[in-house]
């Protein structure tokens, strides 16, 4: 259960890095099949702005590059602008069969949606880290009572219905107290009440525990 609740977890924040990165790593992958595969044409400026630091080129391919003419857009640096704006016209590499994979001459590309991606990472990742350190303490505790002695196992976290309320958990002991031992599930805190059986597992060393769950 503990086991398959954890695989679910890390899945879903494998999931979510994915959409997170996906724009970005399309980008880079259009730009790489462009730089390799691409053709140089002559485009046709149709419209061209400056807005502050930015130069921009609007432009239109040739027909039989792009049959439906749309306009698309480029920034690029001041000195392509000006000798685009003077000739009425700009060179750009395309994707033959893809209009909209392009990269032109001078093009200015900004760091914007890098940014972006890099922090959503880092958010996700301090979101994930804070989630396994702490996410059994935002849960209710289990209460389990022991039917036999505590034993050393290997590390990981268990949790294994055997018969009606009787479990067989395993986790890292975080508490020892006269007569209880506290168990890290991964997901969840047990507190096992020993009930005069034995344990000899000391702290923060992974325990199996046999019981009946009564919380």
């Known amino acids: 259960m503990i ?3 954890r695989l679910s977890q890390i899945l879903l924040v494998l999931v979510f890095a994915a959409i997170i990165n996906l724009p970005l790593l399309h980008s880079s992958f259009t730009k790489w099949r462009v730089e390799r595969s691409g053709e140089d044409v002559t485009a046709t400026v149709t419209d061209h702005q400056v807005r502050g630091s930015e130069h921009l080129l609007e432009f239109t391919f040739p027909k039989d590059v792009d049959p439906d003419q749309a306009r698309w857009t ?3 640096d001041g000195a392509t602008y000006d000798a685009a704006v003077a000739s009425g016209s700009l060179r750009v590499r395309v994707l033959p069969g893809h209009p909209s994979a392009y990269q032109a001459d001078g093009q200015v590309t900004g760091h914007l949606g890098l940014i972006l991606t890099l ?3 880092l958010a996700l990742l301090v979101c994930t880290v804070l989630l396994l350190r702490y996410r059994g303490r935002f849960r209710p505790e289990l209460r389990m009572v022991a039917v036999e002695d505590v034993e050393r196992c290997p590390p ?3 949790l294994d219905r055997i018969d009606g309320l009787v479990y067989t958990a395993c986790g890292e002991v975080t508490v020892i107290e006269d007569d209880e031992i506290v168990l890290d599930l ?5 507190r096992v ?3 005069g059986h034995a344990n000899p597992v000391g702290y923060q060393q992974p325990a199996r525990v046999t019981g009946r769950m009564v919380g």
Do not use: I, K, P
């Not at 991964?186 to 047990?190: A, Q, T």
């Open 193 to 195: 009440y020993l009930d």
């Open 186 to 190: 991964g997901g969840r805190m047990l």
């Open 3 to 5: 086991r398959n609740r």
């Open 119 to 121: 922090l959503a990472d």
């Open 74 to 76: 480029a920034e690029v």
């Open 156 to 158: 990981g976290a268990v």
